[in-house]
């Protein structure tokens, strides 16, 4: 891999705004998929692609034609997880059961669950064997991607949730027995001694701590949550609890002590290498984190209507430059 390399976030079925932003950036309509004149640039989707948007079968077959003729490497996301997790019965292939399960499922079939995915099962009515296909796509998406100039994951890179996976020998759902996988992932209570819960939603859906008892906050959503997401790239041993919330778009005036499993949690440091992910809903212009933080989610999916689908061209600088962003605004919802 070159560091010629386009990062792109969420997407959330926005085909339109994905096709306007890659042909933004110079990428050509060739041979069945969008390629970069000469082959020069490569793109890295970070994940979620589905759910939320109104073309998500069409956002599937461009980045999976993409990721086929070699012009781009697409991440999972949390909600490619979620999907699988939806989609997959409780206990399947002999797999590991688990109790705090309910419904069947692998991931609760509630209102607000199945809210969320309807737009991706609706994008497919009518083309079930290409949603079926769809989930075999899904399980090929690798959790990581790091080389000696960058990292990229979905939502957070933890030394130790990365050293997990890789001693399971694994990079993505495909490798083994999924059945068997998927539940291990699902393990949020530990009823196995071999629960891959913590490191891939560690990596997939980012670190969170918990609100001091009787706070919360709604989200756009309208769900009520008793945890926040931690900003991973902050010391949480000389920051404080505010600052260590990172809820854009929610206002979090709440003093509490940060909480000891917390305080000894690794961090991505000044020092690392450059590291690119989406997941945590930002708004307004696109800025850096920091100058080799780079968060790529900017709300395009957002129900304001006025977020944007981002990207950034990414060259092998190990100093982040904001002059780097492309993007394009917000089309359809």
């Known amino acids: 891999m070159t560091d010629s390399l386009d990062f792109i976030g969420d997407v959330h079925g926005h085909f339109d705004e994905l096709r306007a932003l890659l042909q933004k950036l110079g990428y050509e309509e060739s041979q069945g998929a969008f390629r970069y004149p000469g082959g020069a640039r490569t793109v890295v989707f970070l994940g979620d692609y589905v759910d939320r948007g109104p073309k998500v079968r069409e956002t599937l077959q461009l980045v999976r034609a993409m990721r086929d003729a070699g012009t781009a490497v697409a991440l999972m996301g949390n909600h490619e997880f979620n999907m699988l997790s939806f989609w997959q019965r409780n206990g399947a292939g002999g797999g590991h059961h688990l109790e705090r399960m309910k419904d069947g499922y692998l991931r609760e079939h509630s209102f607000n669950k199945v809210a969320i995915h309807s737009r991706t099962i609706s994008s497919f009515v009518g083309c079930k064997q290409e949603f079926l296909d769809a989930l075999e796509f899904v399980k090929t998406l690798p959790f990581f991607l790091e080389t ?87 010391d949480p041993n000389k920051a404080n609890f505010r600052e260590l919330c990172f809820q854009p778009g929610v206002s979090m005036n709440v ?28 708004t307004g212009l696109p800025k850096l984190i920091r100058d080799n933080v780079c968060c790529l989610d900017f709300s395009v999916a957002g129900y304001r209507g006025n977020g944007r689908l981002v990207a950034y061209r990414f060259d092998g600088e190990q100093k982040l430059d904001e002059g780097k962003f492309v993007w394009v605004d917000a089309l359809s919802r």
């Open 255 to 282: 003093k509490a002590e940060v909480p000891s499993e917390v305080r000894s949690r690794n961090f991505y440091g000044e020092g690392e290498r450059p590291v690119f992910f989406g997941h945590y809903w930002l």
């Open 148 to 234: 000696d100039s960058f990292r990229a994951q979905h939502a957070c890179f933890d030394v130790d949730a990365v050293a997990a996976i890789r001693r399971e020998g694994i990079t993505c759902f495909a490798d083994g027995d999924f059945d068997k996988l998927i539940a291990r992932a699902n393990d949020e209570d530990y009823e196995y001694d071999d629960s891959l819960f913590l490191p891939l939603s560690t990596v997939l859906k980012g670190p969170e701590m918990y609100l001091p008892v009787g706070e919360h906050f709604t989200d756009a959503e309208g769900v009520r949550r008793v945890k926040t997401r931690i900003a991973w790239w902050l």
